[in-house]
T-cell receptor
Framework: AQKVTQAQTEISVVEKEDVTLDCVYE???????LFWYKQPPSGELVFLIR??????QNEISGRYSWNFQKSTSSFNFTITASQVVDSAVYFC????????????FGKGTKLTVNP | KAGVTQTPRYLIKTRGQQVTLSCSPI?????VSWYQQTPGQGLQFLFE???????NKGNFPGRFSGRQFSNSRSEMNVSTLELGDSALYLC????????????FGPGTRLTVL
């Protein structure tokens, strides 16, 4: 069965601090996809990244970076030099191979960046 | 390019009523998925439609149903509303090719009194 665990319910940091959001997943499939989404207070989920199970390269996009480790079934997300605008709920999600776009989401981590 | 639109944005209903929510995907997208978001259960998959066919369904009672039209627009219906159906209902669209990113709409906030 698919499962995504985001153990950190809430994180509070001061602006310019680095912060890492943890994501651990469970799946029996060898082919799967992992995603991160951001949900600002407005409510709309914003796509951040997609990674397939065969690509373990870390990725950096500006202040955002992602660390995918199949050995520990983790797909962690780091924000460097956080800003107030980064305040949001962040969701990690898993999609397995097959003819469906179904996403299984973690419970989310609420990040508050204080000025 | 216009994003995913959902109507209405807010809805207040009473127990026992039924409700229909609408979702217009991004132009060219053929897959539409629906999710329910509540504080207790988080984001849960309801169903997905691709080219007017339901491709997958989550673990929700039969009171929840949906459909997709030939222009890819989708509707979901909830009959005999219960208090626990109060939630943010999110619609997402994608090209429908394997594991393309899904783009979400702003959601419909349903309150059941």
């Amino acid at each position: 069965a698919q499962k995504v665990t985001q153990a950190q319910t809430e994180i509070s940091v001061v602006e310019k601090e680095d912060v890492t959001l943890d994501c651990v997943y469970e799946t029996r499939d060898t082919t799967y996809y992992l995603f991160w989404y951001k949900q600002p207070p407005s409510g709309e989920l914003v796509f951040l990244i997609r990674r397939n199970s065969f690509d373990e390269q870390n990725e950096i996009s500006g202040r955002y970076s992602w660390n995918f480790q199949k050995s520990t079934s983790s797909f962690n997300f780091t924000i460097t030099a956080s800003q107030v605008v980064d305040s949001a709920v962040y969701f990690c999600a898993l999609s397995e191979e097959g003819g469906s776009e179904k996403l299984v989401f973690g419970k989310g981590t609420k990040l508050t960046v204080n000025p | 390019k216009a994003g995913v639109t959902q109507t209405p944005r807010y809805l207040i209903k009473t127990r026992g009523q039924q409700v229909t929510l609408s979702c217009s995907p991004i132009s060219g997208h053929r897959s539409v998925s629906w999710y329910q978001q509540t504080p207790g259960q988080g984001l849960q998959f309801l169903f997905e439609y691709f080219s007017e066919t339901q491709r997958n369904k989550g673990n929700f009672p039969g009171r929840f149903s949906g459909r997709q039209f030939s222009n890819s627009r989708s509707e979901m219906n909830v009959s005999t509303l219960e208090l626990g159906d109060s939630a943010l209902y999110l619609c997402a669209s994608s090209l429908g090719l394997p594991r393309n990113e899904q783009f979400f709409g702003p959601g419909t906030r349903l309150t059941v009194l």
